[in-house]
């Protein structure tokens, strides 16, 4: 079993930067592709980006392309999500999740997921 803790969420204005963080327990965080989602209330959980095992291959959804950077230090059981040039858009409560099978966007298809961590874009 794969225990995710997020954190880094808070309040920023349209266009600042946000670096949110995701500590994995155990001793198997490198077997595990990695993603990052988010969900405004009453609406669907959606993808924004993803990472292989070695960090190699990373995913993005078009909508934070550009301006969003997934990252991982496998020593440290922890994947990153680097969020720049943010949006009043891009306001949701973010959760990182683990799945075994590579970097894809499916929801269904990651076994473990965090609390999550709100971010929040002013105008």
């Known amino acids: 079993q794969v225990q995710l803790v997020e954190s880094g969420g808070g309040l920023v204005q349209a266009g600042g930067s946000l670096r949110l963080s995701c500590a994995a327990s155990g001793r198997t965080f490198s077997t595990w592709a990695m993603g990052w989602f988010r969900q405004d209330p009453g609406k669907e959980r959606e993808f924004a980006a993803a990472?292989?095992?070695?960090?190699?291959?990373?995913y993005y959804a078009d909508s934070v392309k550009g301006r969003f950077s997934i990252s991982r230090d496998n020593a440290k059981n922890t994947v990153y999500l680097q969020m720049n040039s943010l949006k009043p858009e891009d306001t949701a409560v973010y959760y990182c999740?683990?799945?075994?099978?590579?970097?894809?966007?499916?929801?269904?298809?990651?076994?473990?997921w965090g609390q999550g961590t709100q971010v929040t874009v002013s105008s």
């Open positions: 999740a683990a799945n075994r099978f590579g970097v894809f966007d499916a929801v269904t298809g990651y076994v473990y």
């Open positions: 990472i292989s095992r070695s960090g190699g291959d990373t």
